[in-house]
């Protein structure tokens, strides 16, 4: 069986949990659109994502295939198992309301990942404070050894996935990201859809 | 009149206030030290030091002088005034007791920044998972194309220091490094001093 696949529209989020083992994939269906993702232990939300943790333990800046995502408790919360883009970002914090303002001198309220994640997390307790410093799955952050930043489309094409593994229960928040300048001037849906254990395991023998 | 020097003892930390405007200035006494830096509004510590933010407002990963170093919330916590040395590490996480037994594969318990910061910033109310990745003065990460990372040796000489003005009430954690990698195999103190508003102006006057 197919595993259902779900819709996140254009410029909105989701959030949902996962079991110990279960594969998520984040799918980018139409191209060149960004999905912020945040990680919270399910069983106590003070253990979250960490951009820090990550980038020392993988001693790497750009996750894809192989590599972990590891929590602020210096534990594994997921494991990348394929990468069909193969260009993520962990560097930039999700955009926020004052992303637009600050940066794009924006007069008036614009939608962003962070409010996308605040939205949905807020149901679970968490609130915007708490919200980390997001895997930005597809989202093309170029630099150079000067450590120069600028964010370009991404080079997602229809299709284009990413499938990670649990390595705990895992609280997760998920965007279709709002931001004109990470996605080539586009707003796009994002699909998901989550394996659970046995569905998987099912596979593998099949 | 020359301010107090405060003495950080080698694999040590401390914490303190500072108001609107103080300048602190971390100076490496002995050259090729570390030293991890966090940060929170002093009134309400939910808002503290953002390296995501940080990153995307600055749209640069080397932050040295006339950089600021931003909050969760979008705000400005502390300008960097002077940096004598110029390399310092915004992307790896404080070393912790982990860092060492998953990295080094230590056996026994290591002195760690994050431990010195916990155990600093637990007076002031602040849990160990409260606290951010730090802004890595003097630490010296070097990373490719690839964006693989490496961590070198600091290039700061004795006497170095980076002069930092607060933007907003602040409480900071402050540590001496306990990291081998970090400071080329050595343990060596960190020395900072305050300058209240008071007396920084009489010295732009005089």
Known sequence: MKPLVNIIQKQSGAAFTLKKNDILTVIDPMGEQVSDMVLFNAEDHKEKLSSGKSLDFEECMLLTKGHYLWSNRSRKMI?????????????????????????????????SCLGNLQQHLKPFGIGVDD?????????????????????????????????????????????????????????????????????????KRS
Chains 1, 2 share one sequence.
């Open 79 to 111: 494991e990348i198992l394929e990468d069909t883009n193969g260009r993520n970002d962990f560097l930039l914090a999700p955009c926020s309301p004052e992303t637009f303002k600050i940066m794009y001198n924006y007069k008036e309220e614009h939608p």
């Open 131 to 203: 919200i980390p410093t997001a895997f930005n799955i597809f989202m093309n952050v170029q630099f150079d050894l000067n450590g120069k930043l600028s964010v370009h489309p991404p080079t997602s094409k229809a299709g284009d996935y990413i499938r990670l593994q649990a390595q705990m229960d895992l609280l997760v928040g998920l965007t279709a990201c709002s931001a004109e300048d990470s996605n080539g001037g586009t707003f796009k849906p994002i699909h998901y859809h989550i394996e659970t254990e046995p569905q998987h395991i099912k596979r």
